[in-house]
């Protein structure tokens, strides 16, 4: 059974910065691309950013490009997002996922395990 666990979410004030992680268990977590999604109210859950499974290769939506940076630690089975100079449209609730290739992509589908998600609420 895969299970993954996001933390570090929380409230702050625009410009300021906060780290999220997501530890994975029960799954050969260094084999497999990570992403992190968000999703807002009334919108569409979409890809923030994603990780191949060496590390080597990230990829980020344009609204994050120059502001968050994501990153693993396969020792530790932990994937991270540093997300620094918050918008208020950064607002929402935060989830990582396991994608079923060493690669990932930007469908949310091709990510077969999610976790509870954690929210991030920017005040202007």
């Known amino acids: 059974q895969v299970q993954l666990v996001e933390s570090g979410g929380g409230l702050v004030q625009a410009g300021d910065s906060l780290r999220l992680s997501c530890a994975a268990s029960?799954?050969?977590?260094?084999?497999?691309?990570m992403g992190w999604f968000r999703q807002a109210p009334g919108k569409e859950r979409a890809l923030v950013a994603r990780?191949?499974?060496?590390?080597?290769?990230?990829y980020y939506v344009d609204s994050v490009k120059g502001r968050f940076t994501i990153s693993r630690d396969n020792a530790k089975n932990t994937v991270y997002l540093q997300m620094n100079k918050l918008k208020p449209e950064d607002t929402a609730v935060y989830y990582c996922?396991?994608?079923?290739?060493?690669?990932?992509?930007?469908?949310?589908?091709?990510?077969?395990?999610w976790g509870q998600g954690t929210q991030v609420t920017v005040s202007s």
């Open positions: 996922a396991i994608s079923r290739g060493q690669f990932g992509t930007n469908r949310y589908y091709e990510y077969d395990y």
């Open positions: 029960g799954r050969t977590f260094s084999s497999h691309a």
């Open positions: 990780i191949s499974w060496s590390g080597g290769s990230t």
